[in-house]
């Protein structure tokens, strides 16, 4: 649900021309134009990547289901945007298709992701670990929270809903 009253359809469409030439200081929350959503210094929010922004309806409208080939250009828009969010390919779906996964966190964080990344595989294979070390490490490392939206081929809600949790 998003926190401003949904816009007219003619809104929309001038809202979606405008994006084609955002640029990435609206996305870090530096512009004074909000398009229905808070902006400011630490804003977690991409105003201009409103999914209403991109095709015209949001996530969850009566009768609107965002496609795959949708879901996953607008991962990659975050990703190309947004310094919170990083996409990864991790595999290819039975259809074929890339096998997306966002890896949503702070600036900071990303810049030291590779770091985290081999704590959490050493706290995974304790092979050699003393528990000493496993403690500083488990000190030292991030907490992570998966969260897939695919469980049956058949529900569509899982997906559509990881578009709405990404871009909040």
Known sequence: ??????????????????????????VRGRSSM???APTGPGCHFWPCCLLSRR?????????QLATYTQRAAYCQKLDRESDRIT??????T???????????TS??????????????????SVDGLSDAQARALAKEGKALLWIDG????????????LGEM???
């Open 1 to 26: 649900m998003f926190l401003a009253a949904r816009p007219r359809f003619s809104e929309l469409a001038r809202s979606y021309v405008w994006l084609e030439g955002v640029s990435t200081d609206v």
């Open 150 to 161: 695919g469980l049956h081929a058949s529900e569509v809600l899982g997906a559509q809903q």
């Open 94 to 104: 039975s259809e074929g298709r890339p096998h997306l996964m966002a890896i949503v």
């Open 166 to 168: 990404v871009y909040r």
């Open 107 to 124: 600036p900071e964080n990303h810049r030291n992701l590779a770091h985290y990344k081999e704590i959490s595989r050493r706290l995974a």
């Open 55 to 63: 095709l015209l309806f949001n996530f969850g409208d009566d009768y």
């Open 87 to 92: 996409v990864e390919e991790i595999g290819r």
């Open 34 to 36: 909000s398009h229905g």
